[in-house]
């Protein structure tokens, strides 16, 4: 018989472990409180409002340009007309870059015929001063470019042709996979001479637009220009350089710059906790975004989510047991200054986080969360399923929290970071880029969206 | 101890209950095969091309239209194309009804001002036979309508302002909930001698386009002319009506008519089983849809998805046990002939279906299947959940197969229908209306849901 039991008790232990969590929940209670959330987020929901008026009324708002002073000022007034208990600004040293008025590129064939493509320069890089031309160099892969002679490449303009990995069915999992094409390819390719580098977009999609984000130059390697072309323009180029034996060049202008840091501000709001006012729960985005499109998705949908997601709570008097702080982060897209200078100053003046979610891959159907924590937080989060999985949101893993609310955890040992997760496969078509507008964005999926973020709120207030 | 033992067992005895479907699952062998499904259908597919072509090539395809009978060429061009083992074409008696030329509508408010509506007759309606003006009377619903005095709705029009529940998570809920609106909206005035009937658009968002969609008349009661108006013009008319202490007017106009009966057909396509090929699974969508818009999602991507399941299977050279059928079915939308004929034809021809699969909820990305059949059923689909979970589906619940499939329960008693089960937040902006283009149809969320059905396909047939 005990060979019996054995089995039985272990399996019964099991049970019991998952039911340590689920024993605590409320589950009357908590799934007639999370239906009023939902009710209130898709009937009488703020947010795409909200967007719309971010998207049209600020435009996009690169960090340090003058849009993104005008968003900083729309989101303190938005969070004072929804009465919270304190909103406030912090202020920030940002850098400055500028994508300037010219930019342009072609590529040349071998007869000597110019084929415009669509070029955005990469956050960060200098320009061209004045016309750039020379000889195309392609690679496949950045393990390719970093394999390669330095006599091959001495002089040429470099084209990493490396595509997203579209098996991989989380698509931030291969927009991972490229992140450093992006980042380091200027470095890569300056290091061995080259006098340029255009990279193909990071983009999951064949379309016309380019995608622009972050990149990096390193100390003591000579800086040259990094522009990303369209993924259409890379498939035809990388196609006609790989069927013909003659060298290709390519010619491109950019008058982007870098200008001297500057001053700016992550803006803050709060409701007071009854029971723990000294504990606090942040959800946040950020307000910057590149300068192309409207930063909907990336990260204006972040923004109106944690906004939503307080207004929600405080429309239906919840009283919170700790206090709720929404961030609007500045600068994530170059720098995330305003990320570490957050976690800095809540750690320097003793504001006790115990947890931060973040919402920054997008306005779409949501999915879940994942959590960045200990076990014992993915078991509670994991707890939540049968509350929230009338929902849709199933996906309640170990992961991944956000750019912006990542210092914390550096700052707070018992910290857990919450990152939303909406479907992804559609985030790759628009970030980045001129798609990444209002009307990109769908209204119940955003929707959704903050009730699934307030929800996760509301049960983390009540038992974390 | 028995106090405590009893539950012991009682837990035990679940658990093995959950594994016995779970236990023939060979875990290793289906992850490897359905990885390959999904990187043929994300790498190489050929679902988007095909809903291109079929969108674009061919276009709406109202049953009885002379693009429906293009669409059925079509369908077995690419059949006989993919090289199945047979292709053919089975004779349908189907009706045929078209919208004419002339479809306009004016509300007038009591000061004679003429406000233009967006209006599209609802399918089967009949024509005005000239100018239709009358006074209208308003219902926020249609339990409003049937409470009403003939008295009040003699000879005027009937507006029924029944708005979609925002609430309901799933959006096909709240379709349903509004479907007798639609399709009995007429019956229910005509009965109290209205002249017309006017609703508000089946959608859950707002906007300047109408919905149409079909409707029937009943026996003995008098046919009026119904149509839909946009949810913005019903928004707007209910607002001015609401406010109003004079009466508003309403003037149409259509030559929408009905024709005799005419043959069409379902184009149907299989791979023979080795093992079984007396038994059949049969996938499917319909390849009718309405006349405006291109049926991109209603149900373009239900033929390209079913098309594409067994395309991929090819590919892979997948031998299944049973035979695996793919049926374009015609006339879903107005008259279901192209499902009832069916099903009469495999149960006279002694055809043993022993599953059914039917997409027809759209191209989104793809949460899981509903299953209509026995407990044995339900819970080896869920025995599937760790497989297909990498993929995001985490939906395998009870519920409803499809309407083309339906049919097929009558007919085989131990049959079980799978219905594929996207994200339903986006479906009724699209639904039946000018939006419903191949445009607004995203090329990996297609493609998830191809790989999601091929999975289903490939397990069914191995495990059922």
Redesign the interface.
């Known amino acids: 018989m005990k060979n019996i ?1 054995t ?3 272990f ?2 232990l099991m ?1 019991s472990g998952i039911s340590s969590a689920q024993d605590k929940i409320e589950f009357n209670e908590d799934s007639t409180f999370i239906r009023a959330i ?2 209130e987020a ?2 009488r929901g703020e947010a795409y409002e909200n967007l719309r008026s971010l998207c049209k009324d600020v435009g996009p708002r690169l960090t340090g340009s003058a849009s993104a002073e005008v968003a900083i000022h729309w989101g303190v007034q938005r969070l004072q007309n929804y009465g919270f208990d304190t909103v406030y600004k912090q202020e920030i040293q940002v850098p400055h870059w500028e994508r300037g008025t010219t930019e342009q590129g072609w590529f040349k064939t071998p007869e000597g015929e110019l084929n415009k493509v669509n070029l955005l320069a990469l956050g960060g890089s200098i320009g061209t001063e004045g016309v750039l031309e020379s000889e195309i160099i392609m690679f496949k892969d950045r393990d390719a470019l970093l394999a390669a002679d330095q006599s091959e490449i001495e002089g040429k303009i470099v084209f990493i042709a490396q595509p997203m990995n ?2 991989l ?1 989380n ?1 931030f999992r291969a927009y991972g996979g490229c992140y450093p094409v992006r980042g380091h390819g200027a470095a890569d390719a300056g290091k061995k001479g080259a006098v340029g580098v255009i990279i193909r977009s990071l983009s ?2 064949e379309h016309e637009h380019a995608h622009t984000g972050t990149m990096r130059y390193e100390d003591g390697v000579t800086k040259i220009p990094a522009a990303a072309i369209s993924t259409k323009d890379a498939t035809k180029l990388e196609k006609m350089i790989t069927e013909s034996d003659e060298p290709f060049r390519f010619v491109m202008e950019m008058d982007c710059q870098k200008y001297p840091d500057m001053t700016s501000y992550n803006v803050i709001a709060e409701i007071k906790g009854a029971e723990n006012p000294e504990q606090i729960i942040t959800v946040g985005g950020h307000l910057d975004s590149w300068d192309v499109g409207e930063g909907a998705h990336d990260d204006g949908a972040g923004i109106v989510h944690s906004m939503e997601a307080l207004r929600i709570l405080k429309e239906l008097n919840y009283q919170p047991k700790n206090t709720l702080r929404v961030v609007f982060f500045m600068n994530e897209e170059n720098g995330n200054k305003g990320g570490k200078s957050y976690a800095k100053y809540a750690k320097e003046s003793g504001q006790k986080h115990i947890a931060a979610i973040e919402s920054d891959r997008g306005g779409f ?1 949501p ?1 879940g969360f994942d959590v960045d924590g200990s076990s014992e937080h993915l078991e509670l989060l994991q707890s939540f399923t049968k509350l929230l999985k ?3 949101l ?2 309640f893993e170990k992961g991944y929290g956000g750019v912006d609310i990542g210092p914390l955890k550096d700052e707070f040992d018992s910290i857990a970071l919450y990152g939303f997760v909406p ?1 992804s ?2 985030y790759f ?1 628009f970030h980045h880029n001129h798609n990444d507008v209002f009307e990109n964005v ?4 955003l929707h ?1 969206g903050a009730g699934s973020i307030c929800s996760l709120i509301y049960l983390l207030d009540k038992y974390l």
Chains 1, 2 share one sequence.
């Open positions: 039991y089995p039985l008790v399996a019964l049970i939902f009710d898709l009937v579209q098996k069915i698509t999951i999609s159907a999915r009338p929902y849709y199933h996906h479907d496969q559609r078509d769908n209204k119940r999926e959704m």
